[in-house]
């Protein structure tokens, strides 16, 4: 069975610039998470989606980060513009159904603002 | 919130050792989750334990929880080069369906040959 696949791995972009990222969740699993990890801290959830639902965004800075789950499986994490604070590592996740499973990780896409 | 801290920061054992690391959270949760995340890499599942479970195992893990204290320890016997990572506890909150996970800042341990 595939795991979580993500693209780009790297990506390094001139600040104000764009930038979006690809996870292609498990098949089947339901719920699918975006997190925002930095050096030495746990992730935090930037976005949960049921299906096509975003059943959490709080913590999405909305002003410039946006996401999409189009037919509930593929999903687009896209920052616009990208500032320097935003220089981290961006972690998708997929769970069966909803947060009381265990979630399985892709690598991550590892992002540099310059 | 119910963020998860773990405790010690980081920890440096023998080869062979046990290794037990904590976790304390605040509010109420419906489980709690482990996971390990090796240098650059995804973290990985370990084990998820549900408020009504006291303790439970696998291979080398041992997992409790006390909803007590609001605390959970993640015990690793015998340990190998091969466990040294980072591990997170992840807290699941009870707040209908938009519960929350949220991740602690993770015991970074280190295995000595």
């Known amino acids: 069975e595939a795991g979580v696949v993500q693209s780009p791995r790297y990506k390094i972009i001139e600040k104000k610039q764009p930038v979006a990222f690809w996870c292609n969740p498990i098949?089947?699993?339901?719920?699918l998470y975006w997190y925002l990890q930095n050096l030495g801290q746990g992730p935090e959830l930037l976005i949960r989606y049921e299906n096509e639902e975003a059943v959490d965004d709080s913590q999405l800075p909305k002003d410039r980060f946006s996401a999409e789950r189009l037919k509930g499986v593929d999903s687009t994490l896209k920052i616009q513009p990208a500032e320097l604070g935003d220089s981290a590592v961006y972690l998708c996740?997929?769970?069966?159904?909803?947060?009381?499973?265990?979630?399985?990780f892709g690598p991550g896409t590892r992002l540099t603002v310059t | 919130s119910q963020q998860g801290e773990e405790d010690p920061q980081a920890l440096s054992i023998q080869e062979g050792e046990n290794a037990t690391m904590n976790c304390s959270y605040k509010?109420?949760?419906?489980?709690l989750q482990w996971y390990r995340q090796n240098s650059g890499r995804g973290l990985v599942h370990l084990i998820l334990?549900?408020?009504?479970?006291r303790e439970k195992h696998s291979g080398r893990l041992r997992v409790t929880l006390d909803t007590s204290k609001k605390s959970s320890s993640l015990l690793i016997t015998a340990s190998r080069a091969a466990d040294t990572a980072s591990y997170f506890c992840a807290t699941e909150g009870v707040m209908n369906r938009d519960d929350k996970i949220i991740f602690g800042k993770g015991t970074r341990l280190h295995i000595l040959p």
């Open positions: 098949s089947g699993h339901n719920t």
């Open positions: 996740a997929s769970s069966l159904a909803g947060s009381s499973y265990e979630q399985y």
């Open positions: 509010t109420s949760i419906n489980n």
């Open positions: 334990i549900r408020s009504n479970e």
